[in-house]
């Protein structure tokens, strides 16, 4: 019994170990063109207005 017990834990062991190496993830983003923002205002020119939905 305790032959079986040590070869199917030896077989575990050697079935886990790490065989291949992870594949490099490559940069997909997509690349910059213009200037980000360009058409939001500055805060000091913005108006905002809170609405009270509960009156």
Known sequence: MNKYLLF?????????????????????????????YTGIPATSDIVMYEVNERA
């Open 8 to 36: 199917f834990g030896l077989v575990l062991l050697a079935s886990c170990s790490k065989k291949d190496t992870p594949a490099t993830p490559t940069d997909d983003t997509p690349a910059q063109y213009g200037t980000p």
